[in-house]
């Protein structure tokens, strides 16, 4: 069985990371069972192995920590559920790129619950909306805006980092990094949408679609 765990509060970065590394070794032991753990952080930046340098506009704003998570940067803060999910991928199947989708594929099901269609773009790790009330852009294209970002990384198979799901962040936060590396679309929340959805909101619909993607 899964575990899940709901952290109230803010939790520190450093002290994330020092649980994700013992959760991981631990499952790889086979003295644990997955996790999947929900919480909220502090406002801060972090570095993916893709990150660069010039991407980070702002370095003075937040702290910024070095992921080691596939990716480029992003910001976590208040508003924003980040989704750690430690998962044996030695019995889910080895295979990043499903994995990844599968992810992905979450994150759109428990959206559909607010009645939110998420997109998949090619060339663009994450989930993504449409957004009709803004102007058309320059290639006549529908605005589009990035609603959570995804980023993994692994250990003996076992994942960990994950997703973040923006429910009502201050969105001019991200003012401070180039979100992921895309410069040409913007970052948006289910508050921004107009939905007044709560962390707890979301939370449940999390729990529910995650069987209709990952088997507990």
Known sequence: MVEWIITDGLTEYDKALAFMEARVAAIAAGKAPECIWLLEHPPLYTAGTSAAPEDLTDPDRFPVFQARRG???TYHGPGQRVIYVMLDLNRRGRD???FVQALE????AALAEFNVTGHIREGRVGVWVERPDRPLTANGELAEDKIAAVGIRLRKWISFHGISINVEPDLEHFSGIVPCGISDHGVTSLVDLGLPV???DLDLAL???FGSVFTD
């Open 105 to 108: 594929a979450w994150v759109i």
């Open 198 to 200: 709560t962390m707890a």
């Open 96 to 98: 990043v790129r499903a």
């Open 207 to 209: 729990q529910r679609s």
């Open 71 to 73: 990716g480029q940067y």
